[in-house]
């Protein structure tokens, strides 16, 4: 059912005009007849008896060992979930479905990047019996409830079968994407202890391969002592060194182990895994997340944001190696029993069509992205989207950044064909979960909204001195109540996870980091980050991590970092740089230095431009003054200049700003 091919102008024109028709979208009337919430009830149910309400989600959606009799216990900032309730993760998203039946429903359509490559289905009880061998080699390796154990792979069966092999264990798992560098993954790596480590031989990605054992290798040497054993996945056959004690292939480890493994009973409170987030530091924090709540919680969202149903083909396109996998692709949809879709690599490979080639080969009914890939996709025209019939879908979401008005209708447009809803949801690496969506079958859509709170959501939009800000004004999101998928605190930093989230506003107030504003029918609408983190593609990135890979350069004095504004990743790195003396500004050092940042932290942090002047602006203190390097990188007109030391300094700055951003001069 391919449409007529439409071009990328008259497409984004089109939008336009529809954009400024300002209209809202109540769910259609073929999705509402079938999707799962339709009206209040559930809202109310939620108001009326808020421990009840999630007590009995925690119940109907979780199978537990030994059912919780107790619901939130809340001690501000620090509060427990189901605290009396047993139960194992791996048994919830394997056990129970094999037993009830459902061994031979797929778990995962693993697509291979390779086209040439055959695609595997993966079933229920073929995941199981993976993941007990699995386990049982980690066990054989020493690995015991509490360790904790590192993963670094790209999108490959074995990092769902491994993080599953953790959970059943009990073990922690660190995931780090497998986009960082040797020394954000050592350092993850030392600071959350952990001594065992998966990775792969290379990844695939675009055609290329990234060598994620060789990156592995410098972390253990140069930053992660801690590591004693190294697992293996062949999965391109690239030649790769082993080290003799330390490295073992994951073929030769699950080698006639046993397909039974008996899943640790775990405290509800336990924890599942520590994941990675950029904060105000220079070095990112470890979320903890915990088994019951964890897992009730993102079961929860995954079946009524994406109105699951029992024959649907899910497909979160987001990597595991951030929470929106975790949560989205590994936990909440394989505790629901659904069929998800694995795709390995980049999204135009070998063509910008490759998502919806998949979405059509499997029938794909749920697509969950990041409003960066939407606005790329623009970019190439619907046309590519339009090769394909997408007539299974029902529903689109986003995740990660704001979504514009325009981005929104595209995708509601050409992808959804005017009759899928498109939720945007809102949530952090912290929250667990989606906390900020539409209900699809409820709740009328505003494009650029993230809606409305979920059930039992209790977000407010506060002053600087705390006070409710009137409607229709900005001002700084939190949250007033916990839920269940809220983490718990900061591996092995519990001070810093008081002074981050809960002492701006006291205890029982979640202090976000975004600013947001309710319109006047109560709808939120999200502003960004208000701290000095950035978002780039959707993916964290602070300021101040910037500044310290930059500073680690031999030719580096000093350094600031700012957040351009970017028409495809939402926000992009400027780096403003004063060079120590005996070196001179060239394009060749910008180029060294951006490379550099990409070596140290990972591609994503590689800035746009880096601008080298004879100081930054500071005050006659001495004080970096960020709002003019935040004015000078969104292309604003310099706010007040008259308390800095050198005026001149930051009108240079932004002429080479504007130059090498193409802008024509400042605008509004
Ligand atoms: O600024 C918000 C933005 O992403 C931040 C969380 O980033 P991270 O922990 O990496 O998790 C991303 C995936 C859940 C938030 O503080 N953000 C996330 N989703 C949205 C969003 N901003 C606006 N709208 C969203 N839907």
Known sequence: ?????????????????????????????????????????????????????????????????????????????????????????????????????????????????????????????????????????????????????????????????????????????????????????????????????????????????????????????????????????????????????????????????????????????????????????????????????????????????????DDDVWWCAADVGWVTGHSYIVYGPLNNGTTGVLYEGDPTYPDVDRHWAIIEQYKVTQYYTAPTLIRAFIKSGPEPVQRHDLSSLKLLGTVGEPINPEAWLWYWRY???????????????????????????????????????????????????????????????????????????????????VSNYFSKYGPDTYFVGDGARQDDDGYYWLLGRIDDVMNVSGHRLSTIELESALVAHEAVAEAAAAAAPDDLTGQTPLCFVILKSGYEPSDELAKELREWVGEQIGKIARPKAVIFGADLPKTRSGKIMRRLLKDIAEGKELGDTTTLRDPDIVEELKERADELLGRSGASA
């Open 415 to 497: 992808v959804g064909g005017e009759r899928c809803p498109v939720v945007d949801t809102w949530w952090q690496t912290e929250t667990g979960g989606i906390l900020i969506s539409a209900l699809p079958g409820v709740t009328t859509l505003k494009p650029g909204s993230a809606t409305m709170p979920l059930p039992g959501v209790k977000p407010a939009i506060l002053d600087e001195k705390g006070k409710e800000v009137p409607q229709a004004q900005g001002g700084f999101l939190v949250l007033k109540k916990p839920w269940p998928g809220i983490f718990r605190t900061l591996w092995d930093d519990d001070e810093r996870y």
């Open 1 to 309: 059912m391919t449409q007529e091919a439409t071009g990328a102008a008259e497409a984004v024109a089109e939008i336009e005009v529809l954009a400024k028709e300002g209209k809202s979208y109540p769910p259609p009337d073929e999705f509402k007849a079938q999707a799962l919430v339709t009206d209040d009830s559930m809202y109310r149910a939620a108001e009326e008896d808020f421990e009840g309400f999630w007590l009995d989600q925690a119940k109907e959606l979780v199978e537990w060992f030994k059912e919780p009799t107790k619901s939130l216990e809340w001690d501000p900032p620090h509060c427990t979930w189901f605290a009396d309730g047993e139960l194992n993760i791996s048994y919830n998203c394997l056990d129970k479905h094999v037993e009830a039946g459902r061994g031979d429903k797929v778990a995962y359509h693993f697509v291979p990047e390779p086209i040439e490559e055959e695609p595997r289905a993966i079933t229920f009880a073929e995941l199981k019996d993976e993941v007990c061998r699995f386990a049982n080699g980690l066990k054989e390796l020493g690995v015991k409830k509490g360790d904790r154990v590192g993963i670094y792979m790209g999108m490959v069966p074995e990092l769902p079968i491994a993080m599953l092999a953790c959970s059943r264990i009990g073990a922690p798992h660190v995931v780090v994407f497998g986009g960082f560098s040797a020394e954000s993954l050592g350092e993850r790596m030392n600071s959350t202890g952990a001594s065992v480590m998966i990775t792969q031989d290379e990844a695939r990605r675009k055609g290329g391969l990234i060598p994620l054992k060789h990156i592995a290798d410098q972390a253990v040497e140069q930053h992660a002592p801690s590591i004693e054993k190294m697992v293996v996945v062949r999965r391109t056959g690239g030649d790769v060194p082993m080290k003799d004690g330390r490295d073992l292939w994951w073929h030769d480890l699950v080698e006639g182990k046993s397909t039974e493994f008996e899943p640790e009973r775990m405290n509800a409170e336990d924890v599942l895994y520590l994941l990675h987030t950029s904060g105000t530091t220079a070095k990112p924090k470890a979320a903890q997340h915990t088994t019951g709540g964890y897992l009730a919680y993102v079961a929860f969202t995954h079946k009524y944001v994406f109105d699951i149903h």
